[in-house]
C-alpha cells in the first residue's frame, strides 16, 4: 500500500497561484498512475487531474484544462498539482491518489491521502 501526504494548501485570494505537493513512499512509485481529486463543502468529490507512471499521459477535468497543471517527479516520489487564476470556487479539499492505471474515477484509485484544504477567498 502506497503512503500519501499532502501539502501546499492554504488561504489564498483570488486570482492567486498554489502548488500543491503529494509525497507518497515506496520505491515504485513510478509504476503508479497519479490523480487529484477535490471536495468542497456539500458536494461530492470530484476528479481533478492524472498523470500516468511515466508522466506521458494526462488527462484533466475539462472545466479545469488551462489552470491547473499536474506533474510528477519519480525520482522524489512526488505528484503536484500547479493551480493558476484560483476562484472562490475552487476552495475544496485537495486529495491526492495512486492507481495502477490512468484513470478518471475515484474507485480506481486504491490509496489516498489525507487531503490538504484550499482556500480562495473573493
Known amino acids: 500500500q502506497v503512503q500519501l501526504v499532502e501539502s501546499g494548501g492554504g488561504l489564498v485570494q483570488a486570482g492567486d497561484s498554489l502548488r500543491l505537493s503529494c509525497a507518497a513512499s515506496?520505491?515504485?512509485?513510478?509504476?503508479?498512475?497519479m490523480g487529484w481529486f477535490r471536495q468542497a463543502p456539500g458536494k461530492e468529490r470530484e476528479f481533478v487531474a492524472a498523470?500516468?507512471?511515466?508522466?506521458?499521459?494526462?488527462d484533466y477535468a475539462g472545466a479545469l484544462k488551462g489552470r491547473f497543471t499536474i506533474s510528477r517527479d519519480n525520482a522524489k516520489n512526488t505528484v503536484y498539482l500547479q493551480m493558476n487564476s484560483l476562484k472562490p470556487e475552487d476552495t475544496a479539499v485537495y486529495y491526492c491518489?495512486?492507481?495502477?492505471?490512468?484513470?478518471?474515477?475515484?474507485?480506481?484509485?486504491?490509496?489516498w491521502g489525507q487531503g490538504t484544504q484550499v482556500t480562495v477567498s473573493s
Open positions: 515506496g520505491r515504485t512509485f513510478s509504476s503508479y498512475a
Open positions: 491518489a495512486s492507481g495502477p492505471n490512468l484513470a478518471t474515477l475515484g474507485g480506481d484509485f486504491g490509496s
Open positions: 498523470i500516468s507512471g511515466s508522466g506521458g499521459n494526462i
